[in-house]
């Protein structure tokens, strides 16, 4: 069900990194980034890796630069995977963090974001937050949805979305691999009225948009290209 590159290269998780703070929203630990008085919210929904994850908090705060009101929940409930932790293989972790858990809390989440006065939502989902984000795109709950190197999305997932959709791929992916994308953006281009966008990105690998190594300059750069194209998309679709 779930292969290796959904666990390569796993962050280093701390709870200090970012400009943001944690804050209780929803029910859930929330970083938090931007001005609260924004009438508009992005929803960052993490990997397997969790909410602390230091590159994914940095890509908060810049969304946040743009004047949005950044909230990337835990919804992993302080579990993250632990590659380390034998007891609990992939497998066995994701029997009790389903997708489809975390679907129920953002809704929860969205609710919250709605009254504190938020008028649009976009959202966002990385591997395993992508099958949160795509649940959402279903229905009437955001604006505007983007899913990044999505894990465990099906076609049939793609179908049923109503909402506007970016899909930004790897090359190098067998979660999501270059020919599911494709098939992804024949099923939207036929919808009418839902608008997509969708890129497979060369060279690059499952996760590579927020479990880069910062040191490497071309990583960064095709990270950052991809960042880029998730922020055009909300600028589009979430006012």
Known sequence: ?????????PPAVSSSTGHGSVLELGGLKTYVSGSSNSKQAILLVSDIFGYEAPNLRMLADKVA???????VPDFLYGD????????KPIPVWLQSHGPDK???????????????????????????GAKVVVQLAKSDNIQAAVL???????????????????????EIDKMSPPELCKQFEEILSSKPG???????????AHG???RYNVEDKKAVQSAEEAHQDMLDWFTKHVK
Request: proline share 7%; hydrophobic share 40%; charged share 15%.
């Open 65 to 71: 630069a743009g004047g949005y009101y950044v909230v």
């Open 148 to 170: 990044l190197h999505p894990s465990f999305v099906s076609v049939d997932d793609i179908k049923q979305v109503k909402t506007p959709t970016a899909i930004l791929g790897a």
């Open 1 to 9: 069900m779930s292969g290796p590159q959904c666990c390569e290269n």
């Open 194 to 204: 839902v608008e997509c966008f969708v890129k497979v990105y060369p060279g690059v």
């Open 102 to 128: 975390g679907f129920e809390d953002a809704k929860q989440v969205i609710a919250a974001l709605k009254d504190k006065g938020i008028s649009a939502i976009g959202a966002a989902g990385f591997c395993w």
């Open 80 to 87: 993250p995977y632990n590659p380390e932790n034998t007891e």
């Open 208 to 210: 590579w948009t927020v």
